[in-house]
């Protein structure tokens, strides 16, 4: 009489046991997806649905209470045949390239003074992030007010210290106009490069420096040969996101200037706001939008690029 082996038929047993919550949360690939749900919905909801959104409202000819009517590319092309749209676009790269290569050179002297030791320092940091984490508005409210042609504070001091004779209209003159709004955004920007170099530079083995110096390297050296090339990711990857910020400002140059005068400071969030919100156009307002993507992209995709080279 044939007998069947008891080994076998528990693993059958085994191998047919009821699904159970407890048993799918506990393994790696369902809890990794259930950890990353929360994250993609915020994704799909706030990034991904107005993203696709924006390029349907492009192909549009949509105006505020009324149904679209599908154009096509024809935005675009209205677009290029605009000399206010080039004018924005000219802003926005000069805007963009001015303020973070300051940013960039202020925030990593500042990174450099702060990773030294002195009295105090701990309580200094704290003051160099007060420009990063004012709210927007309320200082740029606060920078009107300086510039102001009655009441600055800035020509009170060139004035009575015998600079000039007479003040600016720093805000009526289209050149001053774009000064002074790299001037603002420097400003607010240059502790976020300041602190995210400063953790890089803590990175960096003191052993560094000091084999450097007893091979004789002066000061100059160490940091182009020593701190440079190790700090070079970090800055790659915070020009990275402050690039993307500059480019797509609107808070900032929206209250101190309203993209004025004559748009000498008008750039691309500014102006889709007034064609899309103001004028009414919504089509035309999302294609001004996205025609800052292929440039940011451009960019992110070189920066990548480099940095994966590196």
Same mark, same amino acid.
């Given at each position: 009489m044939a007998v069947r082996p008891e080994p076998l038929a528990?693993?059958?047993?085994? =191998?047919?046991?009821? /699904?159970?919550?407890?048993?799918?949360?506990?393994?790696?690939?369902?809890?990794? !997806?259930?950890?990353?749900? $929360?994250?993609?919905?915020?994704?799909?909801?706030?990034?991904?649905?107005?993203? /696709?959104?924006?390029? /349907?409202?492009?192909?549009q000819e949509r105006r505020v209470a009324a149904p679209g009517i599908f154009v096509g590319l024809a935005n675009f092309v209205t677009l290029g045949h605009d000399p206010v749209f080039w004018q924005v676009t000219r802003n926005t790269f000069v805007y963009t390239i001015a303020t973070t290569a300051l940013k960039l050179v202020g925030g990593l002297?500042?990174?450099?003074?702060?990773?030294? @030791?002195?009295? =105090?320092?701990?309580? @200094?940091?704290? /003051?160099?992030?007060? $420009?990063?984490?004012?709210?927007?508005?309320?200082?740029?409210?606060? !920078?009107?007010?300086?510039?102001?042609?009655?009441?600055?504070?800035?020509?009170?001091?060139?004035?009575?210290?015998?600079?000039?004779?007479?003040?600016f209209s720093w805000l009526g003159n289209a050149t001053l106009a774009m000064v002074s709004i790299i001037a603002v955004n420097t400003w607010r920007g240059m502790p976020f490069y300041g602190i995210t170099l400063l953790a890089g530079l803590q990175t960096i083995s003191p052993e560094l420096y000091e084999a450097a110096a007893i091979d004789g390297a002066s000061g100059r050296q160490r940091f182009r040969y020593?701190?440079? $090339?190790?700090?070079?990711?970090?800055?790659?990857?915070?020009?990275?996101?402050?690039?993307?910020?500059?480019?797509?400002?609107?808070?900032?140059?929206?209250?101190?200037t309203g993209g004025g005068t004559a748009n000498a400071t008008n750039i691309f969030a500014v102006y889709a706001f007034q064609s899309g919100m103001n004028g009414g156009q919504l089509g035309l307002g999302a294609a001004i939008a996205l025609s800052m993507l292929p440039a940011l992209a451009l960019v992110i995709v070189a920066l990548t690029l480099y940095l994966r080279r590196e």
């Open positions: 528990r693993a059958a047993s085994l =191998g047919g046991r009821a /699904f159970t919550l407890r048993g799918a949360v506990e393994r790696e690939g369902i809890f990794s !997806w259930l950890m990353l749900a $929360p994250g993609i919905l915020f994704l799909l909801g706030f990034v991904a649905y107005p993203f /696709f959104y924006g390029i /349907f409202l492009s192909l002297a500042m990174a450099l003074v702060m990773n030294q @030791a002195f009295r =105090g320092k701990n309580l @200094a940091r704290a /003051f160099l992030l007060l $420009p990063f984490i004012v709210p927007t508005v309320l200082s740029t409210v606060a !920078w009107m007010w300086i510039f102001d042609p009655t009441f600055s504070v800035i020509n009170w001091l060139l004035v009575h210290g015998g600079v000039i004779k007479s003040g020593v701190t440079l $090339p190790l700090l070079k990711p970090v800055m790659i990857i915070v020009t990275m996101f402050s690039v993307i910020f500059t480019f797509s400002d609107f808070q900032l140059v929206y209250t101190l």
